[in-house]
C-alpha cells in the first residue's frame, strides 16, 4: 500500500525483483571479495618471503575458508533483505542513484562493523567493513541496472508498487 497521494508516482521504485538482484548480487561479491581475501592470506609469502605452506595447500586453506562463510552470508543477506526493502522504500522518492549507492553501502559498512566486536582484530574488522560497502554498493548498482534492462525488453516498464 502506498503512502502517498495515487497520482504521486514514485521516483525509484523498489520492488521485489530490485530486492532479489540486490540481494544476489551482494551475496556474489561479497563471496568473491571473501575468496580473494582467503587467498591473500593463505597465498601470499609473509613479509619475510616464506609461504606458511605450500601453494597448494594455500588454495585449500583459502576455500575451506571461503566457502562456509559463502553458505552463512546467504543466509545473513536474505534475513536483512527486508531491512533492504525498507530502504529502498524509504528511497523511492530519491532520483539519484548515486545517493541510493551510498546509503546501502553505508548501512552495509555500519552493519559488518559489529564484527568488531566478535573478532579480536581490529583490522580484519575494518576490511570486513570495506568488503561489506562495496558489496551493498555493487548490489545496489547491481539492481539499478538489471532494472534499467529490464525496462529496455519492455518486462518492467512499469514495476508493481509494493
Do not use: E
Not at 514514485?10 to 580473494?36: E, G, I
Not at 601453494?55 to 543477506?77: H, S
Request: hydrophobic content about 60%.
Amino acid at each position: 500500500m502506498s503512502t502517498h497521494a495515487p497520482d504521486q508516482t514514485d521516483a525509484v521504485p523498489f520492488a521485489w525483483r530490485d530486492v532479489a538482484a540486490h540481494t544476489w548480487a551482494m551475496w556474489s561479491c561479497a563471496s568473491l571479495l571473501t575468496l580473494v581475501a582467503a587467498l591473500a592470506v593463505f597465498v601470499i609469502p609473509d613479509p619475510a618471503g616464506t609461504l606458511r605452506t605450500s601453494r597448494l595447500d594455500g588454495v585449500g586453506f583459502a576455500i575451506m575458508v571461503a566457502a562456509p562463510t559463502a553458505l552463512f552470508l546467504v543466509g545473513a543477506m536474505w534475513v536483512l533483505a527486508p531491512m533492504t526493502w525498507a530502504i529502498g522504500r524509504a528511497l523511492r522518492n530519491v532520483p539519484n542513484p548515486l545517493v541510493h549507492i551510498a546509503v546501502f553501502a553505508g548501512v552495509g559498512a555500519a552493519l559488518s562493523l559489529a564484527t568488531l566486536f566478535v573478532w579480536p582484530y581490529p583490522l580484519a574488522g575494518v576490511a570486513a567493513a570495506l568488503g561489506s560497502a562495496v558489496s551493498a554498493g555493487f548490489g545496489r548498482w547491481w539492481a539499478f541496472r538489471a532494472r534499467g534492462r529490464r525496462a529496455a525488453v519492455g518486462a518492467d516498464a512499469t514495476p508493481a508498487p509494493v
